[in-house]
């Protein structure tokens, strides 16, 4: 069992940034691949990027390559989302998750606002 709790959302002006964390409880941290995906106001969740459990492997969506960052670490259970470049349509309540192959542990939520 993994309980997530994401910190570090915000507003934050077109163009700024802010770094998104998930600190995990469990002991079994490691072994887990972690993501991040978003919610916009009336859209569906999708993803935006995602960590092998040796962050050896990282994967983005097109539209977030470049600009946004995962990373992860594992003493510290925690994981990252670096966000450059911020831009209206990345406001959303953004998630973090954990599994072994599908995500099966989800966090809260943390709401990134970006407007002027």
């Known amino acids: 069992q993994v309980q997530l709790v994401e910190s570090g959302g915000g507003l934050v002006q077109p163009g700024g940034s802010l770094r998104l964390s998930c600190a995990a409880s469990?002991?079994?941290?490691?072994?887990?691949?972690m993501g991040w995906f978003r919610q916009a106001p009336g859209k569906e969740r999708e993803f935006v990027a995602g960590?092998?459990?040796?962050?050896?492997?990282?994967y983005y969506t097109d539209s977030m390559k470049g600009r946004f960052t995962i990373s992860r670490d594992n003493a510290k259970n925690t994981v990252y989302l670096q966000m450059n470049s911020l831009k209206p349509e990345d406001t959303a309540v953004y998630y973090c998750?954990?599994?072994?192959?599908?995500?099966?542990?989800w966090g809260q939520g943390t709401q990134v606002t970006v407007s002027s």
């Open positions: 998750a954990a599994g072994v192959s599908d995500y099966n542990y």
């Open positions: 469990g002991r079994t941290f490691r072994s887990y691949r």
């Open positions: 960590i092998g459990w040796n962050s050896g492997s990282t």
